[in-house]
């Protein structure tokens, strides 16, 4: 057991910390860590060997680096824990995010991931925010009991479904009718859309609305972007909706899929929509769906969806 009195708990000093932050985040999530995050872990130490390569970066205020929030140092001045604050902005409020909270096993059960958190909170008060938002893993039980006993609530357990290249060709000739959006099927979409897709967790999933157009505005993606991103309706041979679709190429290891289903999806169609979304745009990189825990398991699973991340998304009110 270390002695308390032997470490301190104090805001960032992006000039230094850069330097050990991304070794105490790669040790304490290896396991977890997908390509984005072992790519943002890269970005801080590429980011650490300008520092050391160019002297003006040592005058620069720590906002400019934008890395904020508290780290925990021991008697050697090593870090041993660490907390990040990102500002967001959520429901039209800004806010801020908590995220990359760790600290090195030899310490923990000590309070010092509270203390971190409590420092945060305070921060963000300071601050006039309106609310902090965090994510934390399902199976983490006893860090998500400490996150409610600090006073956060439960927005929606998500699961983050990624399906991988399709390399092996298998059911291609699974074909779906499919259609634009018509301007008069816009309110009924957006009640669908709000179901899977709540503004609580919006925020935080690569969400661009400019994507989702109606009627003669379904063309504007593609003048504005010059992207190839997709928003389509897929019908059953009745002409009724089933879904709502859409694809949103990222710059990230994955593209995102946008996957809007009706009342009149069951299991069985959601499998065959999902398989052939899975052929058309998995062919050269991973398609990702973030989507509510428990919904349509078994059509993804079928349809050749993995488990990426069980994620609880928590959020406190610092007014």
């Not at 980011?47 to 925990?72: D, F, R």
């Not at 309070?111 to 008060?125: F, P």
């Not at 957006?190 to 400019?210: A, C, G, H, M, S």
Request: hydrophobic share 40%.
């Amino acid at each position: 057991m270390n002695n308390q009195s032997t470490y301190r708990i104090r805001e960032i000093d992006a000039r230094k910390d850069i330097f050990q932050i991304p070794d105490l985040i790669e040790f304490c999530f290896h396991a977890y860590l997908d390509p984005d995050g072992i790519e943002f872990i890269k970005k801080l130490r590429t980011t650490a060997e300008s520092i050391k390569k160019q002297a003006i970066w040592s005058i620069l205020p720590n906002n400019e680096l934008n890395i904020n929030g508290y780290v925990c140092i021991n008697q050697d001045g090593t870090i041993i824990g660490n907390i990040n604050l990102f500002p967001i902005r959520v429901l039209n409020h800004f806010a801020y995010l908590i995220a990359n909270v760790c600290v090195h096993p030899d310490y923990r059960r000590q309070g010092i991931g509270r203390t971190m958190i409590e420092a945060a909170l305070k921060y963000a008060k300071s601050h006039f925010v309106d609310a902090v938002y965090l994510q934390v893993r399902e199976e983490t039980g006893d860090v998500i009991r400490l996150y409610r006993n600090l006073g956060f609530q439960e927005d929606g357990r998500r699961t983050g479904w990624i399906c991988p290249v399709n390399v092996s060709g298998t059911n291609n000739s699974i074909e779906l009718r499919h259609e634009k959006p018509a301007w008069n099927e816009k309110r009924n979409y957006q009640i669908f859309f709000r179901k899977w897709y709540p503004e609580t967790i919006l925020w935080n999933l690569n969400y661009d609305p400019r994507i989702f157009q109606f009627g003669l505005f379904n063309q504007i993606p593609w003048i504005l972007y010059q992207k190839r991103a997709e928003f389509f309706k897929i019908v059953d041979p009745h002409n009724q909706i089933l879904c709502w679709v859409g694809w949103q190429p990222t710059s990230t290891f994955s593209d995102t899929l946008w996957f809007i289903p009706t009342d009149s999806c069951d299991e069985d169609r959601a499998n065959t929509i999902l398989m052939a979304l899975r052929n058309r745009y998995s062919a050269t990189k991973p398609v990702q769906i973030n989507f509510p825990k428990g919904c349509y398991v078994r059509s993804f699973l079928n349809a050749g969806f993995f488990v990426q991340s069980r994620l609880v998304w928590m959020s406190k009110s610092v007014r």
